[in-house]
């Protein structure tokens, strides 16, 4: 039907749908939705408006879409183990926004890790509305280790005294100790906020302890490892919290839910509470430990020393003083293995630069590779990087990758 509709638009989803096929998905944020999944986003739900929540909506005809947001909420609040669940925010930014504007007002001290040393942009970055409305102050990981040094962030905390303390990553390959941060949030009066956007897979999974009881609000995507439509989720246990978090979800920061995201939602949470997505969680973590000991064979720094979740940086510096982020992640898409460049701690180079290396194994798990394959992609990858993007190993190393991904398809 597109392509008599619209050819243009049908080539790009042609071309689309070869190269995710034929590509290793390394992104530590990306992932392959099922076809349900996939189905549920094109489905009828995205004619209509349903401004409000279900019972209470400020349109008529929203029968089924109330059907569909209640499935989306009861699976979330029972896969979290929470008992409420906000699913319309768009995104895990309008998400943060939400609960930002729930907990805090406008000048309120903040404390979170930047950027730069593994944190998100919606945590405190200046041309963030996080950075432009409240008064942000960071904690920073460890310089020996790069870890969270929770002793520092306690002093931290008592010298600022902020009103909201930030726990949850897009670029921290470690385990979260969210019982800590409670513990230090109580100390000084602040509300405590996991972002478990990249974990939230892991954590419905059993692989990465719970933010709950110890969070008083949780915000978290719905793709990367939690395998769903790219969209946002807010969680808390606390009733008052989560009165807070509705009103500034709707009416306060957006207007119709994009209610065909919402029920591929529903879909995946069902997808997530399903034993299998245990065992998917579990290897997820085992091939990012894998990959991790193989690129430590193959002579590559990684921060921290490894893994404990999804991701993993690589630190290239060692490699060569003069290789980039940026040269990596080009020589490694012209070989089919799609990464994205990310800052190390401390980093000398500017974002668009970088001296490092984000990867994550959510995507490739999904298309049933095991440790033995992530050895595999391993010495895939030192080989283009060694070659410095030498053409001929880049188009052999192309040919391997098309037929590993031959042998494991697509969710179908």
């Known amino acids: 039907m597109m392509e008599q509709a619209d050819p243009a638009v049908a080539a790009a989803l042609r071309g689309e749908a070869v190269r995710q096929a034929e590509t290793l998905e390394l992104i530590a944020s990306e992932n392959h939705v099922s076809p349900a999944v996939m189905h549920a986003m094109g489905t009828w739900m995205t004619n209509k408006y349903a401004e409000g929540y279900p019972g209470k909506r400020y349109y008529g005809g929203c029968e089924y879409h109330d059907t569909a947001e209640n499935l989306a909420r009861d ?40 950027i730069k040393s593994g944190g998100h942009l919606s945590h405190g970055l200046k041309p963030n509305f996080s950075g432009t409305f409240y008064e942000i102050h960071d904690y920073e990981l460890d310089a020996e280790t790069e870890r969270l040094d929770y002793d520092h962030i306690a002093t931290r905390a008592r010298e600022v005294q902020p009103r909201m303390i930030i726990c949850g990553y897009s670029a921290y390959p470690r385990t979260i100790d969210f019982a800590k941060f409670r513990a230090i949030a109580d100390e000084v009066g602040a509300v405590l906020m996991a972002d478990i956007a990249h974990i939230a897979g892991l954590v419905a999974g059993g692989s990465h302890p719970s933010p709950f009881p110890h969070a008083h609000v949780v915000t ?8 769903g439509p790219r969209g946002g989720l807010i969680l808390s246990d606390d009733e008052e919290v989560a009165k807070k978090v509705d009103r500034k979800v709707f009416p306060g920061s957006q207007g119709g839910p994009l209610m065909h995201m919402i029920t591929a939602k529903a879909v995946a949470f069902g997808e997530a509470l399903r034993p299998s997505f245990r065992d998917y969680a579990a290897a997820v973590v085992a091939n990012a430990k894998a990959l991790a000991e193989a690129l430590v064979e193959h002579g590559y720094r990684l921060c921290t020393g490894g893994t404990d979740n999804h991701l993993l940086l690589v630190d290239l510096q060692p490699r060569s003083a003069d290789l980039t982020g940026a040269d990596a992640e080009a020589w490694l898409e012209q070989a ?27 995507a490739l798990t999904t298309r049933g590779l095991d440790e033995s394959h992530m050895r595999k992609i391993a010495t895939m990858l030192d080989r283009v990087v060694d070659s410095q993007g030498d053409a001929a190993v880049a188009a052999e190393v192309r040919g391997d990758v098309k037929s590993m991904c031959a042998a494991h398809p697509l969710p179908h």
């Open 75 to 114: 699976r979330a609040k029972e896969l979290f183990g929470c008992r409420f669940a906000n699913v319309q925010p768009h995104c895990g930014a309008n998400a943060n926004i939400s609960a930002f504007m729930a907990m805090c007002s406008p000048g309120d001290r903040i404390l979170s890790l930047p």
């Open 220 to 227: 978290t995507t719905t793709h990367k490892t939690l395998r």
């Open 336 to 362: 089919g293995i799609i990464t994205n460049k990310n800052g190390i701690p401390n980093d000398p180079r500017p974002p668009m630069v970088t001296s490092g290396l984000r990867l994550g194994t959510a």
